[in-house]
């Protein structure tokens, strides 16, 4: 059976679902409590097949390079030297399913630079990526767009993805339905849950 959404080779990327943009911090993201509980939703159809990121600060400004240097000058409190441990993790209701989730690590917006993820994928034989969390307009769009490069199919649940602000994310939401039809599909949670029913292990 071929899903017409998922197909039958696909995995979920979750990105960045962490205590630091849910809790209040400069980095509070409102809408992510909005968009949990279809996270966990596409979670716990398929946990052993999810993946999820972290996007990890440096442990103070200087450690930083280029102009992310700068980034954490403005940024200081988020830094790891001022942030509470705790707060890079999982939101709680997401951590638990981990394992059989795996989680990746990163430093900057995309999870593909770091050279884990696309290799884990092709070994696993993957050709379509789920891709939901935040920010629709920052993590979610480097994740999206090099996954399109790397040649995989997206879907992207409008409900299951948040932005700070509400005019970028309407935006970027936009541009993926408008430009890039045929390498990237948008449906609800409900439509991919329904469609998600069967994978090749």
Not at 49 to 68: D, L, V
Not at 81 to 105: G, H, M, N, Y
Not at 162 to 177: I, K, P
């Amino acid at each position: 059976m071929t899903n017409e959404l998922t197909g039958t080779r696909a995995i979920h990327l979750c990105v960045d679902m962490q205590s630091m943009f849910a809790e209040s911090t400069e980095w509070h993201a409102p809408w992510l409590k909005g968009v949990l509980p279809a996270v966990e939703a596409i979670v716990a159809r398929h946990p052993e097949r999810t993946i999820f990121t972290r996007f990890i600060p440096p442990q103070n400004p200087e450690s930083a390079t280029g102009a992310w240097r700068g980034y954490y000058e403005h940024w200081r409190s988020m830094t790891r030297e001022r942030l509470a441990p705790d707060l890079i993790d999982l939101v709680p209701s997401l951590a638990r399913f981990a394992p059989p989730a795996r989680v990746l690590d990163k430093p900057i917006y995309s999870p593909w630079l770091t050279g884990e993820l696309h290799p884990m994928l092709v070994r696993a034989g993957i050709d379509t990526l789920i891709i939901t969390g935040g920010e629709t307009d920052v993590c979610v769009l480097a994740a999206v767009m090099g996954a399109i490069d790397l040649g995989y199919r997206v879907v992207v649940p409008t409900d299951a993805v948040f932005g700070s602000a509400d005019q970028t994310h309407d935006a970027v939401l936009t541009v993926y339905q408008s430009r890039f039809g045929t390498q990237l599909f948008t449906c609800s949670t409900e439509q991919l849950i329904d469609d998600w029913k069967v994978t090749s292990e």
